[in-house]
């Protein structure tokens, strides 16, 4: 589920945090950075839940409809748009054991059912649904109807965001990435069961790679603080910003010990995250040093790349 990308944005954070208190054990530290990790695919299987939830909502909101003494037709018409639309049924057909194996969902049913309620009812009221053609064809544009709830309206819903960040998920850093993968997974989608991701993309590598860097970047800090510093021509280490600081040194152990990370990818990489996370200016300055140090520890024999780390396309 989690691409590299996301886990050294994962573990910037979780490095970052523990600059700011350091007293705590670090192996606390990387327990949280963890729990962090599987909190966010808890969110991910949530979602994929609640969508199912919504269409089978809209089943027993026709039911009740049907039974009034005066049906509205037309009501029943636009349910029948969301419950009988296929790629909204195979969310509702996921088996609730393998979204949540443990047998414990995230949130109370009871705490959830008004905001599926109040979902469905948005949907149903929409102007996209009066206009939605159910008979589309290819049936691949039916899939519209889903990514219209995803987009328009589970992404907006601040009882969802409320929710969330009641359980330490940071919803402006998780929640569009986690919607994301759900409407990729959509796009996707041909026939079958919805395919649930797995928590890392690789099972052994991916947890193998956050604990090198966490532990790694954090315990040999003053070194590579100062190697950074021995590049610094009249600039101290204190005027750099913390977090332009601690990227540089992530990379600076990606060089050194992932040795399957080719120097260009942990270079690219890093450059891309301070687009987000540092100023225009930090980005060109962040480069540039990464970019001597790279030639610097390669020239010294420090960097001892193998298997995959040998490639530099």
């Not at 939830?53 to 049906?71: A, D, N, T, V, Y």
């Not at 049924?89 to 949540?100: C, G, H, M, S």
């Not at 443990?102 to 149903?124: G, R, Y």
């Not at 009882?159 to 998780?174: A, G, S, V």
Request: glycine share 2%; net charge negative; aromatic share 12%.
């Amino acid at each position: 589920m989690f691409s590299r990308r996301v886990l050294r944005i994962k573990a910037l954070h979780a490095i970052y945090a523990y600059r700011k208190n350091p007293d705590i054990p670090v192996e606390k530290a990387f327990a949280q950075l963890r729990d962090s990790i599987l909190a966010v695919h808890e969110m991910y299987r949530f979602y994929l839940f609640l969508i199912g939830q919504i269409h089978e909502k809209s089943g027993k909101l026709i039911e009740e409809k049907k039974q009034r003494k005066f049906p509205k037709p037309d009501d029943i018409a636009l349910l029948e748009k969301i419950w009988q639309n296929p790629f909204m049924k195979v969310f509702a057909d996921i088996p609730t054991e393998k979204l949540f194996p443990k047998k414990s969902l995230p949130f109370n049913l009871d705490d959830i059912a008004d905001t599926v309620h109040k979902i469905t009812i948005e949907l149903f009221q929409s102007e996209f649904l009066k206009t939605f053609n159910p008979h589309a064809l290819p049936i691949s544009k039916l899939k519209e109807l889903p990514e219209f709830l995803i987009k328009e309206i589970i992404y907006e819903n601040e009882y969802l965001h409320t929710l969330f960040d009641k359980k330490n998920i940071h919803f402006q850093d998780t929640e569009y990435y986690v919607l994301e993968l759900i409407l990729k997974g959509l796009h996707f989608y041909t026939s079958g069961e919805f395919p649930i991701l797995p928590v890392y993309r690789d099972e052994k590598e991916d947890p193998e790679f956050l604990e090198i860097l966490f532990y790694k970047t954090i315990l040999n800090e003053k070194e590579i603080q100062q190697y950074i510093k021995s590049f610094l021509e009249n600039w101290e280490l204190d005027r750099l910003a913390e977090t332009d600081l601690v990227l540089m040194e992530m990379c600076i152990t990606e060089f050194v010990y992932l040795k399957e990370i080719p120097i260009k990818a942990s270079l690219n990489e890093y450059i891309e995250i301070s687009k987000e996370y540092s100023t225009p200016n930090s980005r060109i300055f962040i480069n540039g040093i990464l970019d001597k140090i790279s030639k610097d520890l390669t020239a010294k024999g420090k960097i001892k790349k193998e298997g995959k780390g040998l490639k530099e396309e």
